[in-house]
């Protein structure tokens, strides 16, 4: 959790019971969101993420506790105003159909009273921010639009008076695949520039990986499991219930994290494509590995050679023309997770690390990923032990 | 988000389903036919003085005048009661009183008009009071029904979202809800209207005249002339209230709908 007073929204011993019903559906939450960050809340169907989010512009009014948004205690003050502070966005977009595309973007700065030329002029301005030409949307009608589009003016107008916070229920929810993953994108681009505060809320855990500074796991009624960054939590889940939610692919989702470039690499015997047999035996025997890898003269990788190789060959062979091909060969650039694809095919549990000439690095094997793994785990947990936690680890960063 | 618009939608004409002008034209056409086929035959008979009396213009034209007031007072009553009616009975607060509500309005419109109007003309004696009350019981429940289907179709997020934005309930009605709702609303409307330039034809069993006034007079003097005028003439209101109010449903459909 971050210092409470950068927090942008404080929830305080938020619960809410629905009528009719013995459980709470929200729980006594606690927590802080800070300024600027997206913060995911994830969790199963039915664990009380959507409500925990209504709670917040008081779409539905919580049974006790406390909501404050910039140190403002806001549990009491008139809804409608309190939420015409926050952009609001929901999986099925709600667009008014009965009103154009500039009317719909409009509608909270005409309740905030703006002069019209500021309102054209915003509309302008946001249409343009979601990637559509003004000239050609302003006047068109929501059923006049594909999906995607009408996602992106749903996002336009949570937009429009340029409330700090945003509350985002699965926006991308109802997209195909394709397009969701643009919007993604494109929405992670717009937040790098405007820096509003975000919650938002998705059932699936790569979303939340992708797009969230900070992701809640919630349990049933909406009791946190866990509220952290996503490299801790997929290092360093809390518990069962964490690392069952982020499923077996947790070490795989954290090996995309990092690339080739950040790990160390490891020594193989090599030899030129011009060495004798003679000095391949004599490689072979001083080194602990089954094959050399044969390099060109530009130091490019070519084949593998090992023993079996050497006794087969016909004398006077060349070790360039003996052997294996040398595959699995990736770049610096590429994350670990790709690596370890390439290395699962290849012939020696390795693979060839080369620059971008091709020329011959190092090795990466499944020991270097081990490795790496425990290392992110260990720094992570040097980190947790730390005094001061570093602020807005993002993804990908 | 600057990839600019590749799912670009479909672009649908502004408005769907506009009629042609022959569509517009053809059943003020018709019916002007008729009443020049209607008035020809008048004219071409040697007409009895009782058929003089009933079939002058200005008789006609006040049987007229009296069925336009039964008709416009009961339906702008029955707008009145009705539409605030449906939206009291589609707020959330009032869940529990809609279905005895709607059973209440049932009654009216189950208990034949006839009946309704000579139960109501003894109660309250004749004239053109008991005819209004007898109209509106009968078209009540089209209207509200209407308004309240128009007004719960409307799409759950759409509504959520205006709230979620900051409108305020009232504006959500006036705004949101009321304008999705008006093709249904309108529809109920012109059921109404329909019914009750018909059903005001009774209005004449209780001395509340219109063209009812008519019929009866050519059953009671076996006069078929009297009555054929005043059936036809009926038939043709009911057309021309029905076309005008189907123009009046096109028109105030909310675009983009």
């Known amino acids: 959790m971050t210092d409470g007073s950068s927090a942008k929204i404080r929830l305080e011993g938020l619960s809410k019971r629905f009528p009719g019903q013995r459980e709470q559906a929200v729980d006594d939450l606690s927590m802080d969101i800070p300024e600027g960050e997206i913060v995911i809340f994830v969790g199963p169907s039915g664990c009380g993420k959507t409500t925990t989010m209504k709670l917040i512009n008081r779409i539905i009014e919580p049974t006790s506790g406390r909501i404050f948004l ?42 905030l009273g703006w002069d019209k030329q500021r309102i054209s002029a915003r509309v302008d301005e946001l249409l343009e921010t979601v990637g559509m030409d003004p000239g050609d949307y302003r006047k068109r009608y929501p059923k006049e639009l594909s999906g995607g589009q009408r996602q992106r003016v749903g996002v336009a ?10 509350l985002m229920d699965e ?10 993953d643009r919007l993604q994108n494109e929405f992670l681009r717009v937040q790098e520039r405007i820096k509003k505060t975000i919650v938002f809320v998705t059932h699936d855990i790569d979303e939340a990986i992708k797009m969230g500074d900070r992701i809640a796991i919630l349990r049933e009624q909406s009791h946190i499991a866990q509220f952290d960054t996503p490299e801790r939590i997929l290092v360093e889940p809390a518990d069962d219930y964490v690392s069952d939610f982020i499923g077996r692919g947790a070490s795989l989702k954290r090996l995309s994290l990092s690339r080739v470039r950040d790990v160390e690499l490891h020594e193989w015997p090599t030899v030129a494509e011009s060495a004798s047999a003679d000095e391949v035996r004599h490689t072979l025997e001083g080194s602990d590995k089954s094959a050399v890898l044969v390099l060109d003269d530009q130091q490019r990788p070519v084949q593998w050679v090992n023993a079996d190789h050497l006794r087969r060959a016909s004398h006077g062979s060349r070790v360039g023309e003996i052997g294996l091909p040398a595959d699995a060969v990736v770049q610096p650039n590429a994350t670990l997770s790709d690596t370890l694809n390439e290395m699962l095919t290849a012939r020696y549990s390795c693979a060839i690390v080369v620059d971008s000439d091709r020329a011959y690095q190092g090795i990466v094997d ?12 260990q720094a992570e947990q040097d980190r947790l032990r730390g005094e001061t936690v570093p602020d807005g680890q993002g993804v990908g960063s | 988000m600057s990839t600019s618009t590749q799912d670009a939608g479909p672009v649908l004409a502004a408005r769907a389903g506009r009629r042609s002008l022959a569509g517009w034209l053809f059943m003020p056409v018709l019916l002007l036919v008729t009443l020049a086929v209607l008035y020809a035959t008048v004219q071409s008979r040697e007409l009895s003085s009782g058929e003089q009396e009933r079939l002058n213009v200005g008789s006609v034209m006040g049987n007229l005048r009296e069925h336009l007031e039964l008709t416009a007072v009961s339906t702008l009553l029955v707008l009145a009661i009705a539409i605030p009616m449906g939206i009291l009975l589609t707020r959330p607060f009032a869940r529990a009183i809609t279905p005895p509500a709607i059973t209440v309005f049932n009654i009216g419109q189950a208990i034949p008009s006839i009946g309704l109007i000579v139960l109501l003309a003894i109660v309250y004696n004749i004239g053109f009071r008991p005819a209004v009350i007898a109209l509106v019981a009968y078209t009540i429940l089209p209207v509200l029904r209407n308004t309240m289907v128009g007004l719960r179709q409307v799409d759950a997020s759409v509504i959520e979202s205006a709230r979620g934005m900051g409108m305020t309930k009232t504006s959500v009605l006036t705004r949101i809800e009321l304008p999705l709702a ?3 609303i309108m529809a109920g409307l012109r059921t109404a209207l329909t019914i009750n330039v018909g059903t005001a034809t009774l209005g004449a069993f209780i001395g509340a005249g219109g063209l009812g006034e008519l019929i009866v007079a050519g059953f009671v003097q076996n006069r078929q002339l009297i009555t054929v005028v005043g059936a036809v003439l009926v038939a043709v209101l009911a057309l021309l209230i029905d076309y005008l109010a189907g123009i009046a449903e096109d028109e105030l459909r909310p675009r983009g709908l």
């Open chain 2, 182 to 184: 008006v093709p249904i």
């Open chain 1, 171 to 180: 926006p991308f929810g109802a997209i195909d695949p394709i397009t969701r």
């Open chain 1, 366 to 377: 499944i020991d270097t990923i081990n490795e790496s793994v425990r290392g992110m785990r």
């Open chain 1, 70 to 111: 910039d140190g403002e205690d806001v549990t009491k003050v008139n809804s409608d105003q309190l939420r015409r502070r926050m952009g609001y966005v929901i999986q099925q977009i709600g667009l008014f159909p009965h009103q154009t595309i500039a009317d719909n973007i409009a509608t909270v700065p005409r309740l």
């Open chain 1, 157 to 166: 107008r949570a937009m429009s008076a340029d409330p700090d916070v945003m």
